[in-house]
């Protein structure tokens, strides 16, 4: 999974219910490589890599943050990782393992196909929010396509957000 649909250039729109239309675009984007523990044969060569994308509203105090990563302990990978954040609020994340990805993650779950704002996706991620914020407007659900990138969301206040293709 990449998210290479959002290079600093990028720009996308989505439909709020209420019929407002809201252009999002990159504020940062950012590969990080982290390595430690190596000293010498007394201990193992840990790493962390992550990349992240900022995205935020045109016009209002809206912003989306989409990381991956993966850790490790020399040559030994643990399944990556992906975490949404919307305005700190809405937290959702899943680990991406090959098999049974949806199977037995409390907040996930697949579907082969899904149709938001007439449009036909395949392989689509329902994330619940695993935050715990008390706020009005709180992301509840998102929806997310590895080759796409985030489809839709819904808050707690009964509004949603869809993608606009």
């Known amino acids: 999974m990449l998210l290479t649909q ?6 996308f729109r989505m439909l ?3 019929g407002r ?3 999002f675009s990159v504020l940062d984007e950012r590969h990080e490589e982290v ?6 044969n007394c201990c193992s060569q840990e790493f962390k890599d992550v990349y992240f994308v900022m995205l935020k509203a045109e016009t209002l105090p ?3 943050k989409i990381e991956l990563s993966q850790t490790g302990i020399q040559g030994t990978y643990d399944p990556a990782k992906i975490g949404i954040t919307i305005n700190d609020n ?3 994340y899943a680990d991406l393992a090959l098999d049974g990805m949806c199977a037995n993650q409390p907040g996930l779950q697949c579907h082969d196909t899904m149709t938001i704002a007439n449009n ?13 914020s008390q706020a009005t407007d709180l992301p509840q659900d998102l929806f997310f396509n590895a080759s796409v990138g985030m489809l839709a969301f819904t808050t707690s206040d009964g509004a949603n957000w869809k993608l606009l293709r």
């Open 6 to 11: 959002y290079g600093f250039t990028s720009k």
């Open 90 to 92: 809405g937290v959702f």
């Open 62 to 64: 809206l912003q989306i």
């Open 21 to 23: 239309v809201e252009s």
């Open 35 to 40: 390595q430690s523990g190596s000293c010498s």
């Open 120 to 132: 036909l996706y395949y392989g689509v991620f329902e994330f619940a929010n695993q935050g715990t």
């Open 16 to 18: 709020h219910s209420t």
